[in-house]
């Protein structure tokens, strides 16, 4: 996710068509609890930074998603021990449309 991508006014993520598997440009609404995390963060960022979620670990300069064990989402599950847990299974389901 990318600030570009982001329309603050209309609480709106414009995934560009470059992204998308489809070749189509998608519109996600942005929730008021979301839009709220991610005011947070752009007075947490550095000026010019590209990504909404930057990171120094991986070669692309943003959070991934990746399946290992090193994986934001396996750290986090972890975290909220739910790994491997029922509850952790339905939790990453209702997550997973908000995954990149």
Known sequence: MEWREIDHQLGIWLIPTSKMKVKKPHAV????EAMD???RRSQETVKGERFVFP??????G?????????SFWHRISERAELR???KGLRFQKELSPFMI
């Open 29 to 32: 609404p942005i929730t008021k």
């Open 37 to 39: 995390i991610l005011t």
């Open 55 to 60: 990171s120094e670990r991986s070669q692309s």
């Open 62 to 70: 943003h959070i991934i998603e990746k399946a290992g064990k090193g």
């Open 84 to 86: 491997g847990t029922e």
